[in-house]
């Protein structure tokens, strides 16, 4: 996460702007349940990756706000099913990385 370049900024923003959020939220909800009693490892991990959302060379404020938040909310939600994924249904982990496939390859 924090190797991510611009490029990989905006097209992880596109991926997580196109999901379906009633699903999303669904698996959201799932992994937040899990998440009771693990909070310090979510948060060491947080900590690690701290402004990774951010662009860094994006002249736009409009657009260079709207990418930040959306990575923010890529990473969030890959590391809470990060951190419960031992005991997270496989169909809401694989929600919570989708967005992240847009890197693959």
Request: charged share 40%.
């Amino acid at each position: 996460m924090r190797a991510l370049t611009d490029d990989d900024r905006e097209a992880l923003a596109e991926a997580r702007k196109a999901l379906d959020e009633d699903f999303r939220g669904q698996a959201l909800r799932s992994a937040a349940e899990l998440l009771v009693g693990r909070g310090e490892t979510y948060a060491v991990a947080r900590r690690e990756v701290a402004g990774a959302h951010v662009p860094e060379d994006l002249d736009d404020p409009g657009r260079r706000d709207e990418i930040a938040r959306l990575v923010e909310l890529a990473i969030d939600e890959l590391l809470v099913g990060t951190v419960v994924q031992e005991r997270l249904h496989p169909k809401h982990l694989r929600e919570l990385y989708r967005p992240w496939r847009a890197l693959d390859g």
